[in-house]
């Protein structure tokens, strides 16, 4: 990394922390490099993740300025403020502050990226309707430097009546201390005039506001008189004479469609100005881009972007292994330790088996979780999901839904949550259910412990040809959620969600240069989550569940060994103890639902256990499997190839351990998936509805190759 | 012609388009809008969706849409 990632030292973080003084809206297109500017300015603070498009919960930060500070408010990235998605909506409605308690934000930052101007000022002259203190952050103006644009500021500023235009190189941090002082004094400024690119339109709504009585802004009359059959519509007609609406709307739009009349009036406008405020400069050949053009013809992008599909696989793979080897060798290592420490009674079992198998063997995932985000983020970051996106929609219409839903759909890889607010940008309610259903059956970085767990303990790490057949299984299983996910959209689309065919209508950004902030920010935020996971959910379930296995202790005075099993005495008096353990007595009894997968009680309560949260299923694996473990099965993976049923069978066998990845790809365990598809379908229809089939698939799945493997092998 | 006949680096105004349809009208928010220069930049394979540039900015258009935007050629 060069200089570009050098953060300028900055004054006011050296000095005084002041209480926000203000709340200030950023607003602005999608990949507009909004993120990165509210980073900046903010800091350090954490965000929950913003996800392609979309802005997860309501993102806030302080930003120290000079002699004051203002709380900034990230919004989601959004072209117009048609409403015609839910992240328009949900930005419309946070700027007039309908959305919960919060207030009005008291001014306006909006983003425009040098390279997209056209489209930047068409939001703009939208969001001028909202009558709020107002600026423009200019980023990007290295990369438009670069490409040979050039923007005159003052001019620009002119041409917006006044709206101050702070450029920033936001990779380079040029431009800040001016953007900070514009900041500080925002809340003083004038609300900006009536828009330049349709002031009729600005000053009819203005006068039907007027009549209104003050119960609608001049904003919500333009959404009514735009969309007039849609809900803002229908609250114009409610508030506000029919007929004066009626005159208005002829008067304004004739008989033409009054999105369409807009989208020309106010690109007219941007047009124009445009012309008039940008330069040509001598571009600064880039020797890359004669590469980028060749990448971007149809086969080599497609190609390629298969190409780094399997790339991450491999990186998930191999790259983790020292990592992890460290990592397990260190909760081996701790756990001798607390053994020595707290002897072998209850104590030393609760510390070693309880919490330190139980949690340890999670915390393992950290390495492969860090590089899958990282590859997610990425192709984020550099714009490439959108590109993605373009690539696939073809492919994607086949089940029914549009390239849309392919954004979603890879950030499922790493989790399923903030993707199922992505789906946030899908206009059509039915596409995006389709593609709710879908995203949980993309093999999150939740699955990925179990599997890893069970590939490196069942599958021989053999070549096949360049491949490692270990890789290749992880491959098929990534394969396998897709097709769950892929099929359920198909079977949607053609019985409870039919409907007309999708629109696909998307702004492609440029590639860029990610930015090093941002992508750490973003995956510190990640690996922070899944931390906590591990130190708070799964530690109270691992230290529940030893508990269950642990008590009540047998009496090993009366205990007679068989003689004639294999297993050491030991071990029979361990596994004894258990069978008759709260958690053994509760395994007995859902044991025959899972019998025919083949399943002993042990997985089968693993499995119930990880309903809640399914990276919780390999600690309790790790406790169920630590308490009577031979001292020299150090590893889970060990001590699962040394499983037996009773009568001496392995559990473990090959077909067993099929099912039940196959069970894992399909199923549904995960309590914030649920409660995140409750919330964006608002029904509990549909998560439930989720839950039930993804079960039952799952099952169906694990029993048939389980059954088949068994009769083949 | 339609912007469904345009080639690699071709340029073209857009003189009239269907503006009843939701998808153009949605495609027109994003600044595709009659008297514009367009450039073809790139397509999926199959030629679908394909990529035009309008002020350097990139879109992406289906074919189907693209059928219902007429579009006048700009000499090189």
Redesign the interface.
């Known amino acids: 990394m060069s200089a570009t990632t050098t953060a300028q030292v900055d004054v006011d973080s050296i000095g005084i922390r002041r209480r926000p003084r203000g709340r200030v809206a950023v607003i602005g297109n999608p990949n507009s490099g909004k993120s990165t500017l509210f980073n900046r300015l903010t800091g350090l603070r954490q965000t929950t993740g913003n996800f392609p498009g979309v802005t997860v919960e309501k993102h806030s930060g302080t930003a120290q300025l000079d002699g004051s500070a203002v709380e900034l408010v990230d919004l989601p990235g959004i072209?117009?403020l048609?409403g015609?998605s839910t992240d328009e909506q949900i930005a419309v409605d946070v700027i007039l502050g309908r959305a919960g308690e919060a207030a009005r934000p008291d001014g306006l930052m909006v983003v425009i990226d040098a390279?997209?101007?056209?489209?930047g000022l068409?939001l703009l002259q939208q969001l001028m309707e909202l009558q709020v203190p107002t600026m423009v952050a200019l980023t990007m103006t290295d990369a438009a430097l670069a490409?040979g644009?050039e923007i005159d500021v003052d001019a620009l500023s002119d041409q917006l009546g006044g709206i101050p235009v702070c450029p920033v190189a936001t990779t380079l941090g040029t431009g800040l201390g001016e953007l900070k002082s514009t900041l500080a004094g925002l809340s003083e400024q004038p609300v900006p005039p009536y828009p330049a690119s349709w002031p009729a339109l600005s000053a009819a709504a203005q006068g039907l506001a007027d009549a209104s009585d003050g119960t609608l802004a001049r904003i919500d009359v333009i959404q009514g008189l735009v969309d007039p059959t849609g809900p803002a519509g229908q609250q114009l007609c409610r508030q506000v004479d029919t007929g004066a609406v009626d005159d208005v709307s002829t008067t304004l739009f004739a008989d033409?469609?009054p999105?369409?009349e807009e989208?020309?009036h106010r690109?007219?406008w941007?047009?124009d100005v445009?012309g008039r405020v940008r330069k040509q400069a001598p571009a600064s050949r880039r020797a890359l881009a004669r590469v980028e053009q060749w990448v971007?013809?149809?086969?080599p992008?497609?190609v390629l972007f298969f190409l780094s599909l399997v790339l991450v696989f491999q990186a998930v793979f191999s790259w983790a292994t020292p990592l992890m080897d460290g990592i397990d060798a260190a909760a081996a290592g701790l756990g001798d330790l607390s053994r020595g420490l707290f002897g072998d009674g209850a104590l030393g079992s609760f510390v070693a088996d309880g919490i330190i198998a139980g949690v340890g063997s999670v915390v393992i995932f950290l390495p492969q979780i860090v590089i899958l985000f990282l590859f997610i983020i990425l192709m984020e970051d550099t714009g490439y999901l959108a590109r993605a996106?373009?690539?696939?929609?073809?492919a994607m219409r086949r089940v029914g839904l549009s390239?849309l839903s392919v954004i979603p759909m890879l950030s499922s890889f790493a989790c399923a949550v903030p993707s199922i607010m992505a789906t946030r940008v899908i206009?059509d309610r039915r596409d995006r259910i389709a593609t709710i259903l879908a995203a949980p059956f993309m093999t999150c970085s939740a699955r990925l412990p179990i599997y890893a767990l069970l590939i490196a303990a069942f599958v021989p790490a053999t070549s096949v040809g360049w491949f490692n057949l270990q890789g290749l299984v992880l491959f098929g299983l990534y394969l396998l959620g897709i097709f769950g996910g892929l099929a359920t959209a198909w079977l949607m689309k053609r019985s409870a969600l039919r409907g007309p065919k999708p629109?696909?209508?998307?702004?492609?950004?440029?590639f860029r240069r990610p930015n090093l902030q941002t992508v750490l920010i973003k995956l510190w935020d990640r690996c922070r989550i899944f931390l906590k996971r591990a130190g708070t959910v799964i530690f109270v379930v691992a230290v529940v569940v030893w508990a269950l296995a642990y008590f009540p202790r047998m009496d090993m005075s009366g205990f007679t060994p068989d003689p004639s099993s294999n297993q050491s005495v030991d071990n029979q008096q361990a596994a004894a103890q258990m069978a008759q353990s709260y958690l053994g007595r509760a395994g007995k009894v859902v044991e025959p639902v899972f019998e025919p997968l083949g399943w002993d009680w042990r997985v089968s309560s693993a499995v119930i256990a990880g309903f809640p949260a399914r990276e919780v299923v390999v600690a309790v694996m790790g406790t169920l499997y630590a308490v009577g473990a031979e001292a020299d099965e150090s590893s889970l993976a060990e001590r699962l190839r040394a499983a037996t049923w009773p009568d001496g069978r392995m559990i473990f066998t090959l077909p067993m351990v099929l099912g039940l990845m196959v069970f894992y790809a399909w199923c549904l365990q995960c309590a914030a998936t649920v409660a995140v598809i409750r919330r964006e379908t608002n029904s509990w229809r549909w998560p439930i509805f989720a839950w039930t089939y993804m079960t039952v698939v799952a099952y169906l799945g694990a029993f048939v190759v389980f059954r088949v493997g068994s009769g083949l092998f | 012609m339609t912007l469904a006949e345009l080639r690699n680096g071709m340029r073209a105004d857009i003189t009239a388009m269907n503006a009843s349809d939701p998808g153009i009208i949605r495609l027109m928010t994003l600044g595709l809008v009659e008297g514009v220069a367009v450039e073809f930049r790139n397509a999926a394979i199959g030629g679908d969706p394909i990529e035009v540039s309008v002020f350097g900015a990139s879109v992406s258009v289906r074919l189907d849409q693209a059928r219902q935007i007429e579009v006048s050629p700009l000499e090189p």
């Open positions: 072209y117009s048609a015609a390279p997209h101007i056209y489209q068409y490409a644009i033409k469609p999105q369409a989208a020309r690109y007219r941007a047009r445009v971007s013809r149809p086969w992008a497609t996106a373009f690539l696939m929609d073809r390239g206009p629109h696909f209508v998307l702004a492609l950004p440029e």
